[in-house]
């Protein structure tokens, strides 16, 4: 158990108190004979998200009310009516927690920023302070209408009750999102059907997918989750929500799930003959690279040798073994939405991959240069981290999400304007001058969610 773990199991003790109203016991099901099945606009009374750092609202590698408010289920849920502080969500105070270790134990890493120069940390926050200054919505008595959790694999919302016994062990988004013990060691699926919701979204499965991209070794079985055994968990959740809610609350939620975008579509992802002009000069690879981890700037700028090792580089055979996958994922993503009657596809695969890889899709340190930083933030729609959207790309998603919406409950949530939408990558802060373009605790940053 990390540092940070036992300060926040530690700080939420009145949870044990404040959870006992809400009950995961299944009712009478005498309770339930008259309860009718919501049609078209009523099933955005009660509205849960489960997922991944997609859905918690993740940016600039961490956990920030500044993305939290833009998350893609925070924004769904306004244009589907719901008032002020009635979706729920881990708020976290900047500077956020941030995904990565800052060396010193005392201390808990923020989100990146840009500083002007590059990117870096845009602060720390002592371990003995993270209870009573960052997480602002910890004493919520009931579970949060949006459970993701980033880090999240396929199994961890069926399986995880804590950073101990998620996938990733160590990671204590688990912790201070599912709050377990004071809810009774209840998993992510639990805690969405206690709250009864009439409408889910789950984006799940791309963790199943990137530690192995992320890593530059991706191999089916190691770091790749089985096609067989990604289909096998992920009807599981989708029939535990279906039959979890209708045999506790006598009605079928109408669920809505996305597919998972392939890393093409994400500046992370660099291809090499960028990555040289990025970095200033060719820089030689043990290996055929097409794509450069973005984060091997950092290896650089700390002077890291070259040639670039292979786990900074994906070949064209890694390449092929991440597409397959992706594409084997979402064959078996759309099998199950057809076989069920009350679950629909948002595809952001394809969504994602029609973004300009020269300006949409371009990472904010490719644009910067040229645009400036307020151009090249409302150019972008991915945050500094490169493989998560930022508040442009999250309003992207959720504009999908709501046509996906529409088109199945013949209802009509309207469209985000994405351009009232703002992104700044510097949180306000006064800029520096000189320096890298991703110094190596930034990078690490980078990685360390999929680790």
Known sequence: ????????????????????????????PATLADVEQPEGAEYFANYVAIGNSLTSGFM??????????????????????AKAYTFQQPLIAFP??????????????????????GISLAGTTALADVQSTLLLAAAWPVPYNNLGVPGATTLDVTSALGSGSSQSPGNSYFDFILRNPSFGDVSMINQAIALGPKLITCWIGNNDILGGATGGEPEVGINITPTAEFNAMFTDILDGLTVGVTDRYGYEPAIFVGNVPGIASAPYFVPKALFDVMAGNPIPTEETAVYVRFPALGYLAAGGPVPLPPEWTLDAGEVGVVDTAVTEFNAAIAAAVAARDNVWLYDANTVL????????????????????IETAAATTYFSLDGIHPNNRGYALVANGFSAVINGALGTALPQIDIGDITWDPTYDMLPKQGGPLLDSRAAAAMDAVFR
């Open 353 to 372: 991959a029609g973004l300009d890889p020269n300006t949409e899709a371009a990472h904010f340190l490719a644009l910067v240069g040229t645009l400036g």
């Open 60 to 81: 600039d590698a961490g956990l920030v009310t500044n993305g939290q408010v833009n998350s893609y289920p925070q924004l769904l849920a306004s244009v589907m009516g």
């Open 96 to 117: 956020g927690i941030g995904s990565s270790s800052t060396g010193d134990p005392s201390l808990v890493a923020g989100v990146l920023h840009f500083d002007g120069a």
């Open 1 to 28: 158990m990390t540092k940070l773990t036992k300060t926040l199991l530690g700080g939420v003790a009145l949870l044990a108190l404040l959870a006992a109203g809400c009950s995961l016991d299944t009712p009478d």
